[in-house]
T-cell receptor, first 110, second 115 residues
Framework: QQQVKQSPQSLIVQKGGISIINCAYE??????FPWYQQFPGKGPALLIA?????SEKKEGRFTISFNKSAKQFSLHIMDSQPGDSATYFC?????????FGTGTRLTVIP | NAGVMQNPRHLVRRRGQEARLRCSPM?????VYWYRQLPEEGLKFMVY????????ESGMPKERFSAEFPKEGPSILRIQQVVRGDSAAYFC?????????????FGPGTRLTVT
C-alpha cells in the first residue's frame, strides 16, 4: 500500500520554465512533508520540508504548496535549470518513519 | 565532516549466499535507518536502530533479513540466502539525537545484484 502517491512519473521542462510535482496522502497523522532530490548513483538529499499547519514554504527557487483539506502538496521549481535534472521524491513522516512517494524524474532541457 | 558512508557500493551475490551491507553514520549521529529502493520506485523503510537497540523493524521482511548497530563499529544489514528479488539499492541514513524524523542524511547506497 503506497502511503504517498506522486505524479507525474517523469517530467521534461525547458530551461527557465516552472517544474511542478504533485503528491497526495491519506494518513492525517503525518506531521511533516519533506521533499528530497536524488542524483544518479547518490542517496536522496533533503531539499525542503513543510508542516501541515503552513500553506506555503519557499526556499530560493523551490516552493512547497500544501493543501491540508485536499490532503495534497506540491513542489514548484521556478526558473528550472539543467542542474536541477534529478529524481525528486515527496515524503511524509509519522512515528519516526519516512514514507516516500515513487519519485519524479525531472529533465530540464537547455 | 564526512557524510554517511556505505560499503561496498556494489555487491554481487549468487542465489543462496549471504550479503552483508555496512553503514557508518555521520560523526555524532546515534540513529541509523535502512531503506530499500527497487528500480523506478521510492525508498521503502526497513528498520530504525540506535546503538545496540532496534527501535522499529516494522519494514523488515520476517525471514532472512536482520540488522544491528553495535556499540562499536558500523551498522550491518544482513541478508541470508539471497534470492533474485533481493536485488535492489539499499540506503542507510543517519540522524542526530532529538532530531525531527525527516532530518536524515543518506549515504550513497549499496547496489546488490543477485545472480
Amino acid at each position: 500500500q503506497q502511503q504517498v502517491k506522486q505524479s507525474p512519473q517523469s517530467l521534461i521542462v525547458q530551461k527557465g520554465g516552472i517544474s511542478i510535482i504533485n503528491c497526495a496522502y491519506e494518513n492525517t497523522a503525518f506531521d511533516y512533508f519533506p521533499w528530497y532530490q536524488q542524483f544518479p548513483g547518490k542517496g536522496p538529499a533533503l531539499l525542503i520540508a513543510i508542516r501541515p499547519d503552513v500553506s506555503e514554504k519557499k526556499e530560493g527557487r523551490f516552493t512547497i504548496s500544501f493543501n491540508k483539506s485536499a490532503k495534497q502538496f506540491s513542489l514548484h521549481i521556478m526558473d528550472s535549470q539543467p542542474g536541477d535534472s534529478a529524481t525528486y521524491f515527496c515524503a511524509a513522516t509519522g512515528a519516526n518513519n519516512l514514507f516516500f512517494g515513487t519519485g519524479t524524474r525531472l529533465t530540464v532541457i537547455p | 565532516n564526512a557524510g554517511v558512508m556505505q560499503n561496498p557500493r556494489h555487491l554481487v551475490r549468487r542465489r543462496g549466499q549471504e550479503a552483508r551491507l555496512r553503514c557508518s553514520p555521520m560523526k555524532g549521529h546515534s540513529h541509523v535507518y535502512w531503506y530499500r529502493q527497487l528500480p523506478e520506485e521510492g525508498l521503502k523503510f526497513m528498520v530504525y536502530l540506535q546503538k545496540e537497540n532496534i527501535i522499529d523493524e516494522s519494514g523488515m521482511p520476517k525471514e532472512r533479513f536482520s540488522a544491528e548497530f553495535p556499540k562499536e563499529g558500523p551498522s550491518i544489514l544482513r541478508i541470508q540466502q539471497v534470492v533474485r528479488g533481493d536485488s535492489a539499492a539499499y540506503f542507510c541514513a543517519s540522524s542526530p539525537l532529538n532530531s525531527v524524523a525527516y532530518e536524515q542524511y543518506f549515504g550513497p547506497g549499496t547496489r546488490l545484484t543477485v545472480t
